[in-house]
Nanobody
Framework: QVQLVESGGGLVQAGGSLRLSCVASGQRFASYGMGWFRQAPGKEREFVATINWSGAKTSYSPSVQGRFSIFRDNDRNTLYLQLNNLDTSDTAIYYC???????????????????WGQGTQVTVSP
């Protein structure tokens, strides 16, 4: 089982951009379906984006479609989330998550993952 460590969060003004990274330890990252989720204060954790093992298939929440981009580099054992045109409503702790799926499709539900990072805070100011 891999371990996941996120980085790249911070404070940014509305309209700005950030790139989050999620580095996986272990040898099996390429077999993992991966996802990004976020949790704002007082709210439940919500789906942001998913990506399959090869990076060829992605899915996005309607709230981030067209602004965020998920991609991965299996040679570097790293998952990314590019956040563009940020809004104050994007303020949250962002988590990467994974599950060994082989060719299977990653879930848009948090219950579909068995490995989580510790989270990275993204704060968007007006």
């Amino acid at each position: 089982q891999v371990q996941l460590v996120e980085s790249g969060g911070g404070l940014v003004q509305a309209g700005g951009s950030l790139r989050l990274s999620c580095v996986a330890s272990g040898q099996r990252f390429a077999s993992y379906g991966m996802g990004w989720f976020r949790q704002a204060p007082g709210k439940e954790r919500e789906f942001v984006a998913t990506i399959n093992w090869s990076g060829a298939k992605t899915s996005y929440s309607p709230s981030v479609q067209g602004r965020f981009s998920i991609f991965r580099d299996n040679d570097r054992n790293t998952l990314y989330l590019q956040l563009n045109n940020l809004d104050t409503s994007d303020t949250a702790i962002y988590y990467c998550a994974g599950r060994p799926l082989g060719f299977g499709e990653p879930s848009q539900f948090s219950a579909g993952y068995d490995t989580w990072g510790q989270g990275t805070q993204v704060t968007v100011s007006p």
